[in-house]
């Protein structure tokens, strides 16, 4: 049975995509922390027009094609904004392009020779392959959704290679790329994709692998400037949604700050343990 899109905001929002198992294939995602993991696109939709973030892994394409076209149809005018130009976030984005009615293409700072990992960059695959140019965006800048709707692009310093994150002022959701990415799923399921509550407890040592087996370099630097970055974000944006590429939307104002607190928290105190070796981040 196809996943079905996952709706956040009546007509405005939706999640799509798709779960992947947790099997030691994927290097974001610390083994043994759950048995499936979300991949998450995120659609944004405005009086005809709509935004696709990150189309996904090309594993899910067909589902993510049938989601899609239950929300929107080929006359809506998409967008499409890669928040880093990364296998999981855009090997869906051919069929996207070739079944929709795919107007514009965004991704944020300059060309990386880095992105991708691959000797040609993505921006030169799209422009041969499908004859679209790739729109660069500085931090700062807006991107139009549809008439009277616009997401703001944001820079972030919590992250491996360039990567940027998109807030939408509409619906209060902050699309965090792969970070925020604290619960995946014990089932390939996605009908408990949103994070309503906070849980009882924070499981802080799962919690610190899920944070930090991809961007394991924060361990080594000062979090002082990561932690006032982030409290600069907290404070300037009215974050009601927390939207990451990879695990459970945490939904909710109260439900958000606890899981900005927790971030603040892993951050400023897991650089020394982990020096002390009390942290089992790859654990």
Known sequence: MTSQPVELVPDALYAVGDTAPNDGRLSWASPGTSAFEPVNSFLLVEDGHALLIDPGVAAHESTLLAQLGEIIGPETKLSVFCTRFEGDCVTALGPVIRDFNVVSIFGGGVSNPF??????????????????????????????????????????????????????????????????????????????????????????????????????????????????????????????????GHGRIIVGRETVRSYYELTRELLLTCGRAHSTGEVPVHG
């Open 115 to 244: 992105d991708f990992f691959e000797d040609v960059s993505p921006q030169e695959q799209i422009r041969t392959d499908h004859h679209i140019e790739i729109l660069r965006k500085k931090a700062g800048d807006t991107i139009e959704v549809g008439p009277g709707r616009s997401v703001d692009l944001l820079s972030t310093s919590l992250r491996v290679l360039t990567t940027f994150w998109l807030y939408d002022e509409r619906t209060g959701t902050l699309f965090t790329s792969d970070f925020f990415a604290y619960e995946a799923l014990e089932h390939a399921d996605r009908s408990d994709l949103v994070r309503h509550t906070t849980p009882d407890t924070f499981d802080r040592s799962a919690a610190a692998r899920r944070l930090f087996t991809k961007i394991d370099w924060l361990l080594l630097a000062d979090p002082a400037p990561f932690v006032e970055e982030l409290d600069r974000l907290f404070d300037t944006y009215d974050i009601s949604a927390i939207a990451p």
